[in-house]
């Protein structure tokens, strides 16, 4: 159980920050400057899941033949194994230079196994052909290593190139909320949250139901009344809300120095004990109480 001398709730926003976007803003905060608050908690948080699956700025790759590189853009916004092929497929058959000689599937659970990778073909077998990836999300979509390259497999009368892993179509499990009112040691993190059982387009909610101290962070500057909060994914690259804002209630608290309160009760104890020892000692010799 915490030991709180003073506190004071706050209710946060985004829409009414004072800089910024709905996921990387800065905010006034007034502190009652009276009280010595040391530590912060969130005590909730709603966060839009109104990012995409495929961001703009994440949406390229590159196709290489024999050096010549031509870039893939995949339209932005949220994808399923269906939608995201059908878009991929229509790119290449309708992409100019070498792009049209790409194909991709994935297994047909009616006949085949499911294996969660796609499989993409290439009709020519005169040269060698790579997908180039950046370091984003894009290449965790379609089954690749961030920041990748990877080299077709020339067989009897095409190439061929499958997923090195599992796509995921889930563009983040773990969000990732960042604060300069807080200090964690070695970071920024606020708190932490599990977005995988949300759907798209819903809402990620956080409530403190247990102590308080279990998300409790030590306040960097209780002065201050500007603060930042962003939010990002685990590689630390920021999440873009689209315009939609996001709640978050802190607490504020001073934390009662349990030093002193230990110290305090001593003294009183001991002061007690010595009065309880003198009483006793009066009784005992029949001298009459005085003050």
Known sequence: MSLIRSQQIIHINSKFRTGGTDDNF?????????????????LSISIPKSYYLIPDGENTFIVEEDGVQQTVTIPPGNYNITSFLYVLNNIFQHGTGHLNHYTATFPDTRTEAQTGKITFN????????NFIFGDNHLPEVMGFERGSTNTFTILQNHSELT????CNFQRESTLFLHSNVA?????DILLEMFASGNPDLSNINFENQ?????????????????????LTDEYGQGIN?????MLITLCFYEKE???RLIRGYIKYKTLLDEETERMNRMLKSNTPVGP
Do not use: C, M, P, W
Not at 163 to 166: F, M, Y
């Open 210 to 230: 247990g102590n308080l101290e279990e998300h409790s962070k030590l306040i960097t500057a209780s002065q201050n009344n500007n603060y930042t909060f962003y």
């Open 241 to 245: 809300l689209n315009g939609i804002n």
């Open 257 to 259: 120095n349990i030093s």
């Open 26 to 42: 800065t905010y006034s905060i007034e502190l009652n400057k009276a009280n010595r608050y040391n530590h912060v908690s969130v």
């Open 122 to 129: 290439h009709t020519n077998t005169q040269h060698t052909s």
């Open 163 to 166: 997923s090195v892993n599992i």
């Open 183 to 187: 200090d964690n040691q070695n970071d």
